[in-house]
């Protein structure tokens, strides 16, 4: 069997891997292993590529506003489009959410209460009857998910990092102050530290190195394109519940993205929309917006992966020297990539990782294990 020597192996090539082993790959060689033939198949090609501040457990928050920065301003020759478009985020209050809409308010940050002449002037098509009060987060933004997803993966290369596609990890053990990771089709892999950034299949490649599972349970979330003609959404804000039981936002300038906001969990796998979601999807918005929906053009389903208490799963395995999680990253992957890859490689290397170094206590898998 070939066995290839590294610094690092991350297994997973999807956003959490991708920016993780660029990071490390700055100074180490990383060998990034992934299952698919193509990395970003599962997860991360599924996402509705919104930047949202007010969203998620405050560990979430905390590396998303830390990420930010990244969004702006990339380093020169890290992607040949913006990351960065600007997209406010419109939360529609129903008559039964107007006390979850002060809470939002209240705690937060940079939401603004809006009128529903306002809201309308915003996102014409809103129906006079569903909201009585709406807030903005105005400082929200689309992400361009491919190009910061290719940026990783050309900054892994760029430094001598190897990509390996159709690699999926098999038997992973730990031999003396070696982990080994046989791979599909036959290689392996040896390096001092392995990443666990497998996605949805966190608990398995952690099974596999006879580690326990913290938990983690995928939820399959929901999205289908339709056409709003004669509405033209291009310039509307993300819109949708206090509550979030759907959303919807524009797509490829013309067509609307709608969401039932779904959290069913799921067995890890190649996951597929179900069309009673959909239905309830369309259905959800239809109550808000005066849209006909003619027909679905294009649906897709992806699974978003959370630990037991909904935050990030990051650190060190208590169990097993140098075999470090980078999991749980939930609906937040894509907007706090930036900041969790460089939080991964600084704990990898035994570096400060600064300001994020607060968050540890709340994210390390020991809370689990
Ligand atoms: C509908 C939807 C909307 C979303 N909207 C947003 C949003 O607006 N903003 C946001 O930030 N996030 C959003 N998310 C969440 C975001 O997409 C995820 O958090 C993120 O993509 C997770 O990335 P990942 O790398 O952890 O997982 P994945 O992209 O799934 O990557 C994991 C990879 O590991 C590989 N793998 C698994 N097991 C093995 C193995 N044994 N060996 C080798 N490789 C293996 C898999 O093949 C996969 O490629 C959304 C998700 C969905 C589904």
Same mark, same amino acid.
Request: proline share 7%.
């Given at each position: 069997?070939?066995?290839?020597?590294?610094?690092?192996?991350?297994?997973?090539?999807?956003?959490?891997?991708?920016?993780?082993?660029?990071?490390?790959?700055?100074?180490?060689?990383?060998?990034?292993?992934?299952?698919?033939?193509?990395?970003?198949?599962?997860?991360?090609?599924?996402?509705?590529?919104?930047?949202?501040?007010?969203?998620?457990?405050?560990?979430?928050?905390?590396?998303?506003?830390?990420?930010?920065?990244?969004?702006?301003?990339? =380093?020169?020759?890290?992607?040949?489009?913006?990351?960065?478009?600007?997209?406010?985020?419109?939360?529609?209050? =129903?008559?039964?959410?107007?006390?979850?809409?002060?809470?939002?308010?209240?705690?937060?940050?940079?939401?603004?209460?809006?009128?529903?002449?306002?809201?309308?002037?915003?996102?014409?098509?809103?129906?006079?009857?569903?909201?009585?009060?709406?807030?903005?987060?105005?400082?929200?933004?689309?992400?361009?998910?491919?190009?910061?997803?290719?940026?990783?993966?050309?900054?892994?290369?760029?430094?001598?990092?190897?990509?390996?596609?159709?690699?999926?990890?098999?038997?992973?053990?730990?031999?003396?102050?070696?982990?080994?990771?046989?791979?599909?089709?036959?290689?392996?892999?040896?390096?001092?530290?392995?990443?666990?950034?497998?996605?949805?299949?966190?608990?398995?490649?952690?099974?596999?190195?006879?580690?326990?599972?913290?938990?983690?349970?995928?939820?399959?979330?929901?999205?289908?394109?339709?056409?709003?003609?004669?509405?033209?959404?291009?310039?509307?804000?993300?819109?949708?519940?206090?509550?979030? %039981?759907?959303?919807?936002?524009?797509?490829?300038?013309?067509?609307?993205?709608?969401?039932?906001?779904?959290?069913?969990?799921?067995?890890?796998?190649?996951?597929?929309?179900?069309?009673?979601?959909?239905?309830?999807?369309?259905?959800?918005?239809?109550?808000?917006?005066?849209?006909?929906?003619?027909?679905?053009?294009?649906?897709?389903?992806?699974?978003?992966?959370?630990?037991?208490?909904?935050?990030?799963?990051?650190?060190?395995?208590?169990?097993?020297?140098?075999?470090?999680?980078?999991?749980?990253?939930?609906?937040?992957?894509?907007?706090?990539?930036?900041?969790?890859?460089?939080?991964?490689?600084?704990?990898?290397?035994?570096?400060?990782?600064?300001?994020?170094?607060?968050?540890?206590?709340?994210? %390390?898998?020991?809370?689990?294990?």
């Amino acid at each position: 069997m070939d066995t290839a020597q590294f610094d690092v192996i991350v297994i997973g090539a999807g956003i959490a891997g991708a920016s993780a082993a660029a990071f490390l790959s700055a100074d180490h060689r990383v060998a990034l292993i992934e299952a698919e033939e193509v990395a970003g198949y599962h997860t991360t090609g599924r996402s509705a590529a919104i930047w949202i501040l007010n969203y998620g457990p405050p560990d979430v928050v905390a590396l998303t506003g830390l990420s930010r920065g990244f969004f702006e301003n990339p =380093p020169p020759g890290f992607a040949d489009a913006p990351l960065f478009a600007p997209r406010a985020v419109l939360s529609l209050a =129903p008559p039964e959410q107007s006390a979850h809409l002060d809470a939002k308010i209240a705690n937060g940050i940079g939401l603004e209460e809006i009128s529903i002449a306002e809201a309308t002037a915003l996102v014409p098509a809103l129906r006079a009857d569903y909201a009585t009060r709406a807030a903005i987060e105005r400082d929200a933004f689309d992400m361009d998910v491919a190009a910061l997803h290719q940026g990783f993966l050309r900054q892994l290369r760029a430094n001598n990092g190897v990509l390996a596609l159709r690699a999926r990890s098999g038997r992973i053990e730990q031999r003396g102050a070696q982990w080994h990771v046989e791979v599909s089709g036959g290689a392996e892999f040896e390096a001092p530290a392995i990443v666990n950034a497998a996605g949805a299949w966190g608990d398995s490649v952690a099974m596999q190195a006879g580690l326990r599972p913290i938990g983690l349970v995928p939820k399959r979330r929901t999205a289908a394109v339709i056409d709003p003609a004669p509405f033209t959404p291009h310039a509307w804000p993300m819109v949708g519940d206090v509550d979030h %039981t759907w959303y919807a936002r524009c797509e490829a300038r013309t067509k609307l993205m709608v969401s039932p906001a779904d959290e069913t969990p799921m067995e890890p796998q190649d996951i597929q929309p179900d069309e009673l979601d959909i239905a309830i999807g369309i259905d959800r918005m239809q109550q808000a917006l005066d849209i006909e929906v003619r027909r679905v053009e294009h649906s897709w389903a992806g699974l978003r992966s959370f630990a037991p208490d909904g935050s990030l799963v990051f650190g060190e395995d208590p169990q097993a020297n140098r075999f470090f999680w980078c999991i749980g990253q939930g609906g937040y992957g894509i907007q706090t990539a930036p900041a969790a890859g460089r939080l991964v490689a600084d704990l990898v290397s035994g570096r400060d990782p600064g300001e994020p170094g607060k968050l540890l206590a709340s994210i %390390t898998p020991r809370r689990f294990l």
